[in-house]
């Protein structure tokens, strides 16, 4: 299913799992999920980010809230990191964005109506085991979070602490790239 176009923000056009940013570029990718672009609001920033980064990320993103995916893209445009976002929310979707849309980082909710983080982590290490994986999450707490880690995530921030995020994908990227230098 396609998302329908209007003036709505992330926030109002959540259809069947599927995000959809009006007033943006949005592509529809062949994995029936909505790929946006979220640009740099300033080029300074912007130079810092793609000198880390090199490129425009690609994030598949696991979150049912499109407020959330309003507010971690925010977070992201505003440090200055270029990304191109598939947004997905069951597990049909996420193993579908593993292997057609090929993400650079996995960010994931930890609870979705459809799925869980837990589950589509160890789906991301069965499958791609190389791409770095933060929960972004409300709901994780000290336990889950320790756990989540012990099985393979790289990261985990709390939604009321994105400012966080930015320095956690640069962190985890260059871990990412330093592992597979080595190899």
Not at 143 to 164: F, M, Q
């Amino acid at each position: 299913r396609r998302p329908s176009s209007g003036p709505a923000s992330i926030a109002g056009a959540l259809h069947g799992g599927v995000f959809a940013k009006a007033g943006s570029r949005v592509q529809h990718s062949g994995i029936d999920d909505v790929v946006f672009h979220i640009r740099a609001a300033s080029p300074p920033a912007r130079e810092r980010a793609r000198s880390e980064m090199d490129q425009k990320l690609k994030v598949l993103l696991l979150e049912d809230l499109p407020t959330d995916v309003e507010l971690v893209s925010r977070q992201l445009r505003n440090a200055g990191l270029e990304c191109e976002f598939a947004c997905v929310a069951d597990e049909a979707a996420f193993v579908r964005g593993l292997e057609e849309f090929a993400p650079d980082l996995i960010l994931s909710d930890f609870s979705l109506p459809l799925f869980d983080g837990m589950s589509a982590l160890e789906i991301a290490r069965a499958r791609r085991p190389d791409i770095p994986y933060i929960f972004v999450s409300g709901t994780i707490g000290e336990e889950r979070a320790i756990d989540s880690i012990k099985r393979g995530a790289t990261d985990y921030v709390l939604k009321s602490n994105l400012r966080r995020l930015p320095a956690a994908m640069t962190r985890a990227l260059t871990e990412a790239r330093e592992r597979a230098a080595r190899k």
